[in-house]
């Protein structure tokens, strides 16, 4: 592929990202992501087949850099909730595209399931390892602590109107430091 097609191609993705980001599949336009993208329409199909498929090549590579920025420490679930608030922070349109995964979607076609299924039983493992070295309690099964560490940050970032409705004005800081000493209380293995 020349440079200049996947500069293309590199541009039709961030301008894709912003608008399923916004828009979810159903809502998200072809026309919208070409017109942004500064690229003809036929590329998008040529490059990625469908909307739907380019949604999901869209959401793969969230996922991945997520995976990347982001790696689990089976032994430290609080500084893990930080990191992931940070991220999630600077990169709002990860959570919103999972949200849009979920509302259109549903539990079935999920993008790159055995991926991202084989990455969250490492993360299982490496809290289960945890438990075995007695670093992290072992009276809540190891997957459940990683859906719970993920839950509590990840949930108040996905729905800001309900933190905002229950909390008031608050600030991410004050709400990664309830974060990380809610799962320090979880996985406390004392």
Not at 17 to 22: C, K, L, P
Not at 83 to 92: D, E, G, I, Q, V
Not at 144 to 162: D, T
Request: hydrophobic share 45%; proline share 4%.
């Amino acid at each position: 592929m020349s440079r200049n097609a996947e500069a293309t191609k590199a541009r039709i993705f961030q301008a894709a990202t912003t608008e399923f980001a916004g828009h979810g599949i159903a809502g998200a336009r072809v026309d919208r992501i070409a017109k942004q993208a500064q690229a003809n329409k036929q590329l998008i199909y040529a490059y990625f087949g469908s909307k739907d498929a380019l949604f999901t090549a869209v959401l793969e590579a969230a996922m991945a850099e997520l995976a990347a920025e982001v790696p689990i420490d089976g032994e430290d679930l609080p500084g893990y909730v930080d990191r992931l608030a940070a991220y999630h922070s600077a990169n709002p349109h990860v959570l919103r595209l999972l949200m849009w995964e979920s509302l259109e979607r549903g539990d079935s076609g999920v993008a790159a399931e055995s991926e991202r299924a084989e990455h969250y039983r490492d993360k299982v493992d490496a809290v289960r390892r945890a438990q075995d070295n007695g670093k992290v309690t072992e009276a809540i099964d190891p997957g459940m602590l990683v859906l719970l560490a993920l839950g509590v940050i990840s949930w108040p970032l996905a729905v800001p109107q309900l933190r905002r409705l229950i909390l008031g004005e608050t600030k991410v800081e004050d709400l990664r430091s309830a974060s990380r000493e809610a799962v320090r209380r979880l996985t406390d293995p004392a």
